[in-house]
């Protein structure tokens, strides 16, 4: 049977949008993000039919589900899917890791760039990829459709949408990134990445630079229009679609070794991509108990789930003048100040306010109420019931920087095993859960979202006291190997100048056209 699914906005201005739209516009017109119109139910005995299937069998499987074989041939997707994960190293993709305490740690860093955004952008870069050259067939270069990606990254995203995006015919992709501010091994990883179509753009200033020149190039219509501008952020329908394969590759691999199995799944959560995908699997009906968030010190999500206000700054202990910053943490990659992907569950939650007798358009306006209070004041606070509603879906745990590290120490003491500082946040919460009454017979999985080689100062923070404990040998994998020596390209593009961006782009974009032809 072939999926129906159709994609709308969260806020209602627009509908019936094919998967292809919106993958390719990324966040809709009317400023919301792109929903399904159903959530698909699986199908019929699907435990046994699908405990066999290799990961990217797995995959196809469920992107069938949200995808209409009208808009991608069952053929096409099967080849895309092989190829997306293709580039992982593990022969399981996605491998469990039994500690000796019980958890099952799920290992999501076995992709080119080591962290768990290979799982999204190695399949999101193929898509693009896939649905241009569709596009243009073999008409001539000038007359070609051409995407310029154009993205700020902090670290992990960067390098996973480069290593997505990377010689991809009829794609350009310009990352910009603060000078001298992303880790080492990051930098590296982006900047030795020589195919012509990536562009590596360091900027004099911090992260929030980079974004703001982002949003200004995407704001400038004229630009915009000129050079089809597009976006891998972490808001890309296609991103949560492909994650929701590994909760139920790892729902499927314990439910092999016992058929009884009670999984509960606890994630290390920022712009709230990773567990979203969760919640899809859950209501498609995977077998599993609340989803655990588990963040740092920028605890927006976790103020909720306790307050029922969303907002930016924490105004519990009273009110807050001055500028609102994200924390800087040992876990980078989750320092937000708002979680982007939360509209969408947000929508869930509105919807069911309105359920069962109203329809989805109510939805949209509660939504679209809420986000422009959240806009204007930076907070909003939904009803009692609401947070109820939300409490049966999620369950939080804050994790702050000493505890951050500490967990690394201990789970090296127990296990030698390196947690990096993204899973350690979610370990430490994992063990909180456990220890609560009724847990007795869950069996927990932790993600872990990087290859603790990437962060290597607050792994060696963690770890440099321990006897025998060399990051060289034990932690750095055979691919850093002489990565910081390799050939590098980067452009310096100076003070945070828009002018400045625009005329790198169109140089570059020029430079590419001649080599092409
Ligand atoms: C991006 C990232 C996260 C956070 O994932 P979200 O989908 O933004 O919640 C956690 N850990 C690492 C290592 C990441 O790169």
């Not at 799920?106 to 569709?134: I, M, S, W, Y």
């Not at 202990?317 to 500028?323: A, D, E, F, L, R």
């Not at 969408?344 to 359920?355: D, E, F, H, K």
């Not at 770890?463 to 040998?473: A, H």
Request: contains cysteine.
């Amino acid at each position: 049977m072939s999926s129906q699914v159709t994609y709308q906005s969260t806020r209602g201005g627009s509908s019936n949008f094919s998967f292809e739209d919106a993958v390719l516009k990324g966040l809709a017109n009317d400023g919301g993000l792109f929903i399904p119109s159903e959530i698909p139910k699986l199908p019929e005995g699907w435990k046994e039919k699908w405990s066999s299937l290799s990961f990217p069998e797995l995959a196809y499987e469920i992107m069938s589900l949200y995808i209409p074989r009208s808009e991608i041939s069952a053929e096409e997707l099967k080849d895309l899917a092989a190829r997306s994960y293709a580039t992982f190293r593990h022969p399981e993709t996605t491998p469990l890791k039994k500690l000796n305490n019980g958890i099952n740690v799920l290992e999501l860093f076995h992709g080119p760039t080591f962290a768990f955004k290979d799982v999204a952008l190695q399949f999101l870069g193929n898509l693009f990829e896939f649905f241009l050259t569709r596009k243009n067939g073999d008409k001539p270069e000038e007359e070609r459709d051409h995407l310029t990606v154009v993205g700020a990254t902090s670290g992990d995203t960067g390098s996973a949408a480069i290593y997505g995006l990377r010689g991809k015919k009829d794609v350009s992709v310009f990352i910009l990134f603060p000078e001298g501010r992303v880790s080492p091994v990051q930098e590296a990883q982006m900047t030795t990445v020589t195919d012509p179509n990536v562009h590596c753009v360091t900027v004099a200033g911090v992260f929030d630079d980079c974004q703001d020149l982002v949003k200004q190039v995407f704001g400038d219509a004229e630009f915009n229009r000129k050079h089809h501008v597009g976006a891998v952020n972490s808001i890309n329908w296609a991103r949560i679609l492909a994650q929701i394969t590994y909760y139920f590759y790892a729902y499927l691999s314990l439910y092999k070794q016992n058929k009884d199995v009670k999984v509960r799944f606890v994630v290390p959560t920022g712009n709230f991509g990773d567990i979203l995908a969760g919640y899809y699997a859950k209501e498609m009906g995977l077998p599993t108990e609340k989803l655990v968030i588990a963040t740092n010190e920028n605890d927006i999500l976790d103020r909720f789930f306790h307050t029922g206000r969303y907002e930016k700054a924490d105004t519990s202990k009273g009110p807050v003048t001055g500028p609102v910053c994200a924390k800087e943490t040992y876990s980078p990659a989750m320092d937000i100040l708002v979680s982007s992907n939360f509209e969408r569950y947000l929508w869930y939650l509105a919807r069911q306010q309105v359920a069962p007798n109203h329809t989805d358009s109510e939805a949209c306006e509660i939504l679209a109420k809420w986000m422009n209070e959240f806009k204007t004041n930076g907070s909003v606070a939904v009803r009692p019931e609401v947070l109820d509603a939300a409490r049966k879906d999620f369950v939080s745990e804050r994790v702050d920087n000493e505890t951050t590290i500490a967990t690394i120490k201990k789970v090296y003491e127990t296990d030698k095993y390196v947690l990096d500082p993204h899973t350690a946040v979610g370990v430490e919460a994992t063990t909180r859960r456990m220890k609560e009454a009724g847990a007795e017979g869950t069996t927990f999985v932790s993600l872990s979202t990087a290859h603790p080689a990437k962060f290597d100062a607050a792994v060696n923070l963690a770890l440099s006291s321990f006897e025998g404990y060399n990051f060289e040998t034990q932690v750095m994998p055979r691919e850093f190997h002489g990565l910081k020596d390799a050939e590098r390209r980067v452009i310096f593009s100076g003070a945070p100048r828009i002018e400045v961006i625009k005329q790198i782009v169109e140089i570059n974009l020029e430079r590419e056209k001649k080599m092409t032809v």
